[in-house]
């Protein structure tokens, strides 16, 4: 069963625009989250993460918001750019310290 | 400039045939680690090593094995290639659990 999980394949925004991404989690136990960003033909790169401890972590144009009860966090884009096209993967940091990822969101940023 | 180096980034390979894996880091991470990415299923742990001659299976072993003699190397195995394990393989490190992972630009292998 899914730990993490990112119901959204795709989204499509308008330049200038604020870009969604979606993230839902079962295991409270979960302790830190990490968004990681790839471009197609390359390794994911990391982009943002928040602890339990916060419900809320801004870096630029990128805020993570982390909602405990509802076991949900999402990542805001600021304004969307066009080189912000990828695929956004959200993760999750299980009990032996490893990373849960989600199955990814393919964003499209359009002129 | 700190990286984690996949010795190749294209591979085609035949079914049956033993396939190596290689990923380097210059960054004296303990932590290293294989995954494989697939449309729609993200990614998918298969192996780690949290220190030399150290391997953990993942969540999708099969298939696969590892070595670690040194610990800036970390390989993974396909004993008898299938085609079903044509995917984009990606190592990663990291310094500690607490440290975030490095990914390098992955290896896009296709098995015939």
């Known amino acids: 069963d899914q730990q993490v999980k990112q119901n959204s394949p795709s989204l499509s925004v308008q330049e200038g625009r604020i870009s969604i991404l979606n993230c839902d989690y079962t295991n409270s136990m979960f302790d830190y989250f990490l968004w990681y960003k790839k471009y197609p033909a390359e390794g994911p790169t990391f982009l943002i993460s928040i602890s339990s401890i916060k419900d809320k972590n801004e870096d630029g144009r990128f805020t993570v918001f982390l909602n405990k009860s509802a076991k949900h966090l999402s990542l805001h884009i600021v304004p969307s750019q066009p080189g912000d096209s990828a695929v956004y993967f959200c993760a999750a940091r299980g009990s032996q310290g490893n990373l849960i990822f989600g199955k990814g969101t393919k964003l499209s940023v359009k002129p | 400039d700190v990286k984690v180096t996949q010795s190749s980034r294209y591979l085609v390979k035949r079914t049956g045939e033993k396939v190596f894996l290689e990923c380097v880091q210059d960054m004296d991470h303990e932590n290293m680690f294989w995954y494989r990415q697939d449309p729609g299923l993200g990614l998918r742990l298969i192996y780690f090593s949290y220190d030399v001659k150290m391997k953990e299976k993942g969540d999708i072993p099969e298939g696969y094995s590892v070595s670690r003699e040194k610990k800036e190397r970390f390989s993974l195995i396909l004993e008898s290639a299938s085609t079903n394990q044509t995917s984009m393989y990606l190592c990663?490190?990291?310094?500690?659990?607490?440290?975030?992972?490095?990914f390098g630009s992955g290896t896009q292998l296709s098995v015939l």
């Open positions: 990663a490190s990291r310094a500690s659990p607490n440290g975030k992972l490095l």
